[in-house]
């Protein structure tokens, strides 16, 4: 089965800001070329076709040729899977994605290696053995901050028998309650920072910052405080299974 394990980079941000926007230029080609295609009643480019006419730009794009594939195969792909025929243009205000093929990220220690640079990450959880499949892409959330996502296959667990089960309802007043009696209370995250979100949202807070962050009508500090309730939505879920 597949597993993809996230992890924050802390090295060579701004390599990737770059990286970024050229995988916006790609995309934005692939789409143009798109766009020719119904202009002239021509046949739909294919992922192998767009292939074909980036072939040779990765030096003047400072790109690896295994992401402007991947960002050709991954436009045809959601053009066919949304039925649609053009997609949206990337931008400025598109948060940054680098995609990249399985085979050219490598190991290295607690780093990984990919296209003669080495990305330090936080290293949260070990990365299992196994082989890394095509999907992999460094990612960057509304705050600037970079992931890499990688995607590995690995063994299917056996799965366990069914010993007991537990029903769960959740509500409102409480977080969840359980058939055997027990209630989870619930916290109201978002009620102890509603005060500090209307704030920001009026004040529109910017945070200032010399890396690349995606250009957006809602503040930078908005999006500190909605990633701080969505961690508290995930801590309490994880307490609670435990």
């Known amino acids: 089965m597949l597993l993809v394990y996230r992890y924050r980079i802390k090295s060579l941000t701004g390599l990737l800001n770059s990286q970024a926007r050229a995988c916006n230029f790609v995309w934005n080609f692939c789409n143009d070329t798109q766009l020719q295609a119904l202009k002239w009643n021509k046949r739909w480019p294919s992922g ?3 292939n074909r006419l980036t072939a040779g730009s990765s030096k003047d794009l400072a790109l690896h040729a295994g992401t402007i594939n991947a960002v050709c195969e991954q436009y045809a792909k959601s053009r066919r899977h949304r ?3 053009c997609l949206r243009w ?11 093929k399985g085979r050219d990220l490598k190991r290295e220690g607690q780093a990984f290696r990919f296209a003669g640079n080495t990305f330090r990450v936080f290293h949260s959880r ?12 460094f990612s960057c ?3 600037g901050h970079w992931f890499l996502n990688i995607v590995v296959e690995v063994a299917a667990p056996e799965p366990r028998p069914v010993r007991c089960g537990i029903g769960i309802d959740l509500g409102l007043k409480d977080f969840a309650a359980l058939s055997t009696g027990d209630k989870i209370e619930n916290p109201r995250y978002l009620r102890q920072l509603a005060d500090k979100l209307a704030i920001a949202q009026r004040a529109r807070k910017r945070r200032q910052a010399t890396t690349f962050t995606p250009v957006s009508p809602m503040p930078a500090v908005t999006f500190t405080i909605n990633a701080r309730l ?8 994880l307490r609670s299974a435990t």
Not at 90 to 100: A, C, D, K
């Open 141 to 143: 959330d509304a705050r």
């Open 48 to 50: 192998f076709d767009l």
């Open 90 to 100: 990337r931008g400025r205000r598109s948060l940054g994605w680098v995609p990249l």
């Open 83 to 85: 039925n649609r025929p």
């Open 230 to 237: 969505s961690s508290f939505e995930s801590s309490i879920i």
């Open 126 to 137: 070990p990365l299992p053995e196994g082989k890394i499949k095509d999907g992999t892409s």
